[in-house]
């Protein structure tokens, strides 16, 4: 099983709402990725969690909060947001954090933020 | 810092045709680079992996080459179907970001019947 599974598919948000994307896995993975694609752009890194752990943050804006609360899960909560905002939102995972791993990607949270 | 591009940006081609998509990065110190498919509006599906001491990596009808010394890497097709339409995304593992994966530009493939 190499599947890594996203909920909601699709998420419509007003700029004052609040909202969680989630991620989950059953690989036993212990790093865990969220990617922002904006569209017909490529997949740009968000975040890192090593271990649980926050281990990059790529300058996010703090309307994006990430939160892992145990090795499966992995969850954005989001609060806020820009119409800009509106996007592609990917999770992935990985056996470790280490280079030569590959990364598991699930199928996405489409968000649109009026 | 690093920056992926892939040529061509768009491609249409009839069913059966053998193609090769072309993916060039700037800064060759990189740990590895993968190949990814995505499907309209869907995720990425990893295809390949080719590691920095490796030359190619062959999967079913897909062959990637990598010549990192020249900061390139060609993902070959052959004998292609409409069920390989999709968007090819090439993206590299810095040597010094171990986690971080830069992404390409991607080449949107179209295989007509």
């Known amino acids: 099983d190499t599947e890594v599974t996203q909920t909601p598919k699709h998420l419509v948000m007003g700029m004052t709402n609040k909202k969680s994307l989630k991620c989950e896995q059953h690989?036993?993975?212990?790093?865990m990725y969220w990617y922002k694609q904006k569209a017909k752009k490529p997949p740009e890194l968000m975040f890192v969690y090593s271990y649980e752990k926050l281990s990059i943050n790529e300058s996010v804006p703090s309307r994006f909060s990430p939160e892992c609360p145990n090795s499966s899960l992995l969850n954005l909560h989001l609060h806020a947001l820009q119409p800009e905002d509106s996007a592609l939102y990917l999770c992935a995972s990985s056996p470790t954090p280490d280079r030569g791993n590959i990364q598991y990607f699930g199928a996405g949270t489409r968000l649109s933020v009026l | 810092k690093q920056e992926v591009t892939q040529i061509p940006a768009a491609l249409s081609v009839p069913e059966g045709e053998n193609l090769v998509l072309n993916c060039s990065f700037t800064d060759s110190a990189i740990y590895n680079l993968q190949w990814f498919r995505q499907d309209p509006g869907k995720g990425l599906t990893s295809l390949l992996l080719i590691q920095s001491s490796q030359r190619e990596q062959t999967s079913g009808r897909l062959n990637a080459s990598l010549d990192k010394s020249s900061g390139r890497s060609t993902l070959y097709i052959a004998a292609s179907q409409p069920g390989d339409s999709a968007t090819y995304l090439c993206a590299v593992k810095e040597s010094s970001s171990f986690q971080k994966l830069v992404f390409g530009t991607g080449t949107r493939l179209l295989v007509s019947p």
């Open positions: 690989m036993g993975h212990r790093a």
